[in-house]
């Protein structure tokens, strides 16, 4: 396990964009990015591998870029084309090789996990 911190979060306009970041007090395999709006489920977003192979929900793809900088630990998540939907906590989440559940985007493989930070688009 690692400690994980998410910045970046705060309002946008729809079709604007935001960048998130997440710093983690070590070396990580798989990072990932997933999300809760007020009253839903919380739902991966996007994740990528300690080689920075990524994955996207189909929700979030051609839009989000998930990139890493292993050399200083940290995640980041450019949004671009926000949508009224985007509005969400944003938390950065970690998970070991080990943990594989048979699927990408499973909150259930991530045993790291900052606190969140809180994305808002309105017009």
């Known amino acids: 396990q690692v400690q994980l911190m998410e910045s970046g979060g705060g309002s946008g306009q729809p079709g604007g964009s935001l960048t998130l970041a997440c710093t983690a007090s070590g070396t990580t395999y798989n990072m990932g990015w997933f999300r809760q709006a007020s009253g839903k489920e919380r739902e991966g977003v996007a994740d990528?591998?300690?080689?920075?192979?990524?994955h996207y929900s189909g929700r979030v793809a051609g839009r989000f870029t998930i990139s890493r900088d292993n050399d200083n630990n940290t995640l980041y998540l450019q949004m671009n084309g926000l949508k009224l939907e985007d509005t969400a906590t944003y938390y950065c989440?970690?998970?070991?090789?080990?943990?594989?559940?048979?699927?990408?985007?499973?909150?259930?493989?991530?045993?790291?996990w900052g606190r969140g930070t809180q994305v808002t688009v309105s017009s």
């Open positions: 990528i591998g300690p080689y920075g192979v990524p």
């Open positions: 989440a970690a998970r070991a090789r080990d943990r594989w559940f048979g699927s990408r985007l499973n909150p259930d493989a991530y045993d790291s």
